[in-house]
């Protein structure tokens, strides 16, 4: 099956730092997702990416969707305590089959 | 409104009890999903509801029942399970079942099975 590979596995950065993470695939996509997960939480919406080479922003946060489709990344700039979590990526393709990455677990010293 | 609730928020079961998790939205969503989420693991998919019929079922053991009584909610039915299906079961919906629509995530009901 299609398997994602998300990078880094855990970061520990200083607040203000900014942070970059990606997430790559043997086989395209039609949606790249990105999701945070705070402990005991369900997953929450970042960003939803729907054409290939889209740059997308969310207040401090960007994510692009690879021009060959088959690689997404997210960047958080000027990190704050509350970014602490995992972050997933996920990509859909057609049957809405989503298929997530392993998970980024971000730690941010105060 | 992008809210998916589930109840109850944590269930402690044994063995050969019968519970259920259940699962709502009011957001005219069709599709409706069940995951199983381990510690430090990613979501996996357990069954997909599209239009109040089951679409999807990723070979989940029978002791897992899923219901959709209607279009805003969904149960799973569980019985007889083991100390290995303890997790944090995500409950999501989604407009439509198709490639460019979000599915929005419930916060989920952890399961602890004695």
């Known amino acids: 099956g299609q398997q994602l590979n998300q990078s880094p596995q855990s970061m520990f950065i200083q607040e203000g730092e900014d942070v970059s993470m990606n997430c790559t695939s043997s086989?395209?996509?039609?949606?790249w997702l990105w999701y945070k997960q705070d402990p005991g939480e369900g997953p929450v919406l970042l960003i939803a990416?729907?054409?290939?080479?889209e740059l997308t922003s969310n207040g401090r946060l960007t994510a692009q969707f690879g021009i060959t489709r088959k690689d997404s990344f997210l960047n958080i700039s000027a990190s704050i305590p509350s970014d602490v979590g995992i972050y997933f990526c996920?990509?859909?393709?057609?049957?809405?089959?989503?298929?997530f990455g392993a998970g980024t677990r971000l730690t941010v010293k105060p | 409104d992008t809210e998916v609730t589930q109840t109850p928020k944590h269930l402690v079961m044994g063995m050969t009890n019968k519970k259920s998790l259940k699962c709502e939205q009011h957001?005219?969503?069709?599709?409706m999903y069940w995951y199983k989420q381990k510690a430090k693991k990613p979501p996996e998919l357990m069954f997909v509801y599209s239009y109040e019929k089951l679409s999807i079922n990723e070979s989940v053991p029978s002791r897992f029942s899923p219901e959709c009584p209607n279009s805003s909610l969904l149960n799973l039915h569980l019985h007889a399970l083991q100390p290995e299906d303890s997790a944090l079961y995500l409950c999501?919906?989604?407009?439509?079942?198709?490639?460019?629509?979000?599915?929005?995530f419930g916060p989920g009901t952890r399961l602890t099975v004695l």
């Open positions: 957001m005219g969503h069709r599709a």
């Open positions: 990416l729907y054409k290939a080479g």
């Open positions: 999501a919906s989604s407009h439509d079942w198709t490639s460019t629509d979000t599915q929005y």
């Open positions: 086989s395209i996509f039609n949606t």
């Open positions: 996920a990509g859909q393709n057609n049957n809405n089959d989503m298929r």
